[in-house]
């Protein structure tokens, strides 16, 4: 049973575009969601989150949007540099249940100069 | 503020032995969680456990495997009589105790890359 489902296994852009990483969930419970990106061999880095109460959160480059009716979130990366070349992973979290996430499969993004 | 600590960062074990892997929170953090990592899989939650007391460890395996996260010292996943399925990374993340901010944010350390030949 996959609670947090990225359907897009990877995704490429030019440098200078906007990425959209797209992330779909099942359990009404979750109330906190996070984006984490993950270089090889690495662990992963936390970049943004959101609470089940707001609908957006902006970091520089980096805005969360959070729909919840469709149970759907997205990230934003704008312009998106070579750099940010990873996988990225979408989490989710339910205060009700310790807090453990739950991570969706990961989409790798390619940003080509 | 160093983050969080793994060691060793690559174990090799032959099939029956033991596995220990070692994890040091941030620094003013008392809640850790394990995490798994199959290839070409997402990260799957194992147990989460403050300092001396597991709370959820519904993530782990029925068998061969504890943790703890003794009052002195590292947090501790253990695998014991291993096999080749076991081969996968261990995550290691913290978070800050639940009456300060940004409680639910996690932080990970580097990883354990255990190989089961």
């Known amino acids: 049973d996959q609670q947090v489902k990225q359907n897009s296994p990877s995704l490429s852009v030019q440098e200078g575009r906007i990425s959209i990483l797209n992330c779909d969930y099942t359990?009404?419970?979750?109330?906190?969601f996070l984006w984490y990106k993950k270089y090889p061999a690495e662990g992963p880095t936390f970049l943004i989150s959101?609470?089940?109460?707001?609908d957006k959160n902006e970091d520089g480059r980096f805005t969360v949007f959070l729909n919840k009716s469709a149970k759907h979130l997205s990230l934003h990366i704008v312009p998106s540099q070579p750099g940010d070349s990873a996988v990225y992973f979408c989490?989710?979290?339910?205060?009700?249940?310790?807090?453990?996430?739950?991570f969706g499969q990961g989409t790798t993004l390619q940003v080509k100069p | 503020n160093a983050g969080v600590m793994q060691n060793p960062r690559h174990l090799v074990r032959r099939r029956g032995q033991e596995a220990r892997l070692r994890c040091s929170p941030m620094?003013?953090?008392?809640?850790v969680y394990w995490y798994r990592q199959l290839p070409e899989e997402g990260l799957k939650f194992m147990v989460y456990?403050?300092?001396?007391?597991?709370?959820?460890e519904s993530g782990m395996p029925k068998e061969r495997f504890s943790a703890e996260f003794p009052k002195e010292g590292p947090s501790i996943l253990r695998i014991q009589q291993v096999v080749r399925g076991d081969s996968a990374a261990y995550f290691c993340?913290?978070?800050?105790?639940?009456?300060?901010?940004?409680?639910?944010?996690?932080?990970f350390g580097p990883g354990t890359r255990l190989t089961v030949l």
């Open positions: 989490a989710a979290s339910a205060i009700s249940n310790t807090g453990k996430l739950i």
């Open positions: 359990n009404s419970m979750f109330d906190y």
């Open positions: 456990l403050q300092k001396e007391n597991i709370i959820d």
């Open positions: 993340a913290s978070s800050p105790p639940r009456n300060q901010p940004s409680t639910d944010t996690q932080y």
């Open positions: 959101i609470s089940s109460i707001k």
């Open positions: 620094k003013g953090h008392s809640h």
